[in-house]
């Protein structure tokens, strides 16, 4: 099993910045993918980005060129850094997790086996 713990949210003017941690504790695997997930009050959740143990980063339409996601393997922490941020990126934020054979990794909700609670970001105009 994989623990998730996401922290780091808050509240942030528009323009600002912020950035999220999520620390990973429990089984190892030989190769894994952890991404970014993020719901809106009354929407569905969506993929942010992904990244993969091997290298591989991935971002969704909406977070190409605002966001950046990184790990640090000695640390097993993942994190997403959110640049100009907008009132529309006021969501809850997810992390996870799901262990792979392939290079790739998605960043759609149904390949991901393991979830943190989430940490609020609330981005005010």
């Known amino acids: 099993q994989v623990q998730l713990a996401e922290s780091g949210g808050g509240s942030v003017q528009s323009g600002g910045s912020l950035r999220l941690s999520c620390v990973a504790s429990g089984d190892t695997v030989s190769n894994y993918c952890l991404g970014w997930f993020r719901q809106a009050p009354g929407k569905e959740r969506e993929g942010v980005a992904a990244?993969?143990?091997?290298?591989?980063?991935g971002y969704a339409d909406s977070a190409k060129g605002r966001f950046t996601i990184s790990q640090d393997n000695a640390k097993n922490t993942l994190y997403l850094r959110m640049n100009s941020a907008k009132p529309e990126d006021t969501a809850m934020y997810y992390c996870a997790f799901y262990a792979t054979i392939r290079d790739g990794c998605s960043t759609t909700q149904p390949a991901y086996t393991h979830w943190g609670q989430g940490t609020q970001v609330t981005v005010s105009s």
């Open positions: 990244i993969g143990r091997n290298g591989f980063i």
